[in-house]
């Protein structure tokens, strides 16, 4: 399920372009299935800075790059399943801000990164995500319309690069909610009544971080439907389309399980 949540916080700093808080939004998912390898894909160096979504290095907090056309805009907060039990730094609906992991990404910015941590969240999990086009408030405030969709036609895939720390569960999956598979109380156009329709069985990819520490690239290709693809729970399954994508999110699979990872260098791949 996805959840609701809103801030009231202030931001001065001008990166934001006084932008406000988006609604939050996780899905509810099935951690069944076998874990796949998102792969490598282009190094650090052939990378299009004009298709760079985040590198962290932001010091108020973790922005989508206003980069492209039109401009991106969001930044990276927290969601998780309210279980009882759950415990997510930053707390669920906060925003991150970038921390200097003890090895550095190889990615091109090479500094801070993201970084994750979660435990115990028993239902179905935890995440982080971001908005690709989260509109703007006048002076700024808090933003809590409708999801406003972003159009990726043109893009071939999402590549990242991400560590988990040693002793932590390194199954995720990152996905691009569409507005047609949310929810409409998560800004979404789809009406959940929990059985001939359900909502929030986002498109993704499953990739499986290496235990021992060290940092991987991600490449999640679009146009590979063995990878790329629903997890099929969700009732009617939702073509992919490029042009109705409103986020991404990077999710656990695997529940009550302990995640602490970093994610740096997010880059729009052509």
């Given at each position: 399920?996805?959840?609701?949540?809103?801030?009231?916080?202030?931001?001065?700093?001008?990166?934001?372009?006084?932008?406000?808080?988006?609604?939050?939004?996780?899905?509810?998912?099935?951690?069944?299935?076998?874990?796949?390898?998102?792969?490598?894909?282009?190094?650090?160096?052939?990378?299009?800075?004009?298709?760079?979504?985040?590198?962290?290095?932001?010091?108020?907090?973790?922005?989508?790059?206003?980069?492209?056309?039109?401009?991106?805009?969001?930044?990276?907060?927290?969601?998780?399943?309210?279980?009882?039990?759950?415990?997510?730094?930053?707390?669920?609906?906060?925003?991150?801000?970038?921390?200097?992991?003890?090895?550095?990404?190889?990615?091109?910015?090479?500094?801070?990164?993201?970084?994750a941590?979660?435990?115990t969240?028993?239902?179905?999990?935890?995440?982080?995500?971001a908005?690709?086009?989260?509109?703007?408030?006048?002076?700024?405030?808090?933003?809590?319309?409708?999801?406003?969709?972003?159009?990726?036609?043109?893009?071939?895939?999402?590549?990242?690069?991400a560590?988990?720390?040693?002793?932590?569960d390194?199954?995720?999956?990152?996905?691009?909610?569409?507005?047609?598979?949310?929810?409409?109380?998560?800004?979404?156009?789809?009406?959940?009544?929990?059985?001939?329709?359900?909502?929030?069985?986002?498109?993704?990819?499953?990739?499986?971080?290496?235990?021992?520490?060290?940092?991987?690239?991600?490449?999640?290709?679009?146009?590979?439907?063995?990878k790329?693809?629903?997890?099929?729970w969700?009732?009617?399954?939702?073509?992919?389309?490029?042009?109705?994508?409103?986020?991404?999110?990077?999710?656990?699979?695997?529940?009550?399980?302990?995640?602490?990872?970093?994610?740096?260098?997010?880059?729009?791949?052509?």
């Amino acid at each position: 399920m996805k959840t609701r949540s809103l801030l009231s916080l202030i931001f001065s700093a001008p990166l934001f372009l006084a932008a406000a808080p988006a609604v939050f939004s996780g899905a509810c998912s099935s951690s069944s299935g076998d874990t796949t390898d998102g792969g490598t894909g282009a190094t650090g160096g052939s990378l299009d800075p004009a298709n760079k979504l985040s590198d962290f290095e932001d010091t108020a907090a973790a922005t989508v790059t206003a980069s492209g056309t039109p401009p991106r805009n969001g930044y990276w907060y927290t969601y998780n399943d309210m279980s009882a039990t759950c415990v997510q730094m930053p707390a669920n609906g906060g925003v991150y801000v970038g921390e200097t992991p003890t090895t550095p990404s190889p990615g091109p910015s090479g500094g801070m990164a993201l970084h994750a941590q979660w435990n115990t969240c028993s239902t179905w999990g935890a995440g982080v995500g971001a908005d690709l086009n989260q509109p703007m408030v006048a002076g700024g405030g808090t933003y809590a319309g409708p999801k406003v969709v972003y159009d990726l036609t043109g893009y071939t895939g999402i590549t990242f690069w991400a560590m988990a720390a040693p002793g932590t569960d390194t199954k995720l999956r990152v996905k691009l909610p569409m507005t047609v598979e949310t929810k409409t109380t998560d800004g979404g156009k789809c009406v959940d009544n929990g059985t001939t329709s359900k909502c929030s069985d986002d498109w993704g990819q499953k990739f499986q971080l290496p235990n021992n520490g060290n940092w991987t690239q991600i490449t999640v290709k679009f146009s590979d439907m063995t990878k790329f693809q629903q997890e099929g729970w969700g009732v009617p399954a939702y073509a992919w389309d490029p042009k109705d994508v409103t986020s991404i999110q990077i999710q656990s699979q695997d529940m009550s399980e302990k995640y602490d990872f970093w994610i740096d260098d997010v880059y729009l791949t052509k």
